[in-house]
């Protein structure tokens, strides 16, 4: 399995950046994607995430009308578009996947669960905000 990630980079507050997320070695439609971000020193947090097949979403409150999470089945591809960043949005972001039965077994009988179970993940983007 392999996620390749891009389009980090710098933004001022306020402004807004999409990262991509390319997936290989996984049956897409039956995957469960999504983003974690962490900041040296600190827990990484669960961002978003998206069934695949029915398109379902989960925001971390922290970012909850701000990002917006979609899957594009054609490309393989996440997409995760974030508005409004604010300086505390800066971490590197990480691209990650699991396959839905799984995501089943260990207890999540609807949605996306958890991005932080995941097995798979990205080699991260970097997301700065400035001030």
């Known amino acids: 399995v392999q996620l390749v990630e891009s389009g980090g980079g710098l933004v001022q507050s306020g402004g807004s950046l999409r990262l991509s997320c390319r997936v290989s070695g996984l049956a897409f439609r039956h995957s469960v994607i999504g983003w974690v971000r962490q900041v040296p020193g600190k827990e990484r947090e669960d961002v978003s995430c998206?069934?695949?097949?029915?398109?379902?979403?989960y925001y971390g409150n922290s970012v909850k009308g701000r990002f917006t999470i979609s899957s594009d089945s054609a490309e393989n591809t996440v997409l995760l578009q974030m508005d409004s960043l604010k300086p505390e949005d800066t971490a590197v972001y990480y691209c990650?996947?699991?396959?839905?039965?799984?995501?089943?077994?260990?207890?999540?009988?609807?949605?996306?669960?958890?991005?932080?179970?995941?097995?798979?993940r990205g080699q991260g983007t970097q997301v700065t905000v400035s001030s």
């Open positions: 998206i069934t695949v097949n029915d398109r379902s979403t």
């Open positions: 990650a996947a699991e396959r839905l039965y799984r995501v089943r077994e260990i207890g999540y009988g609807t949605g996306c669960g958890n991005s932080l179970d995941y097995n798979y």
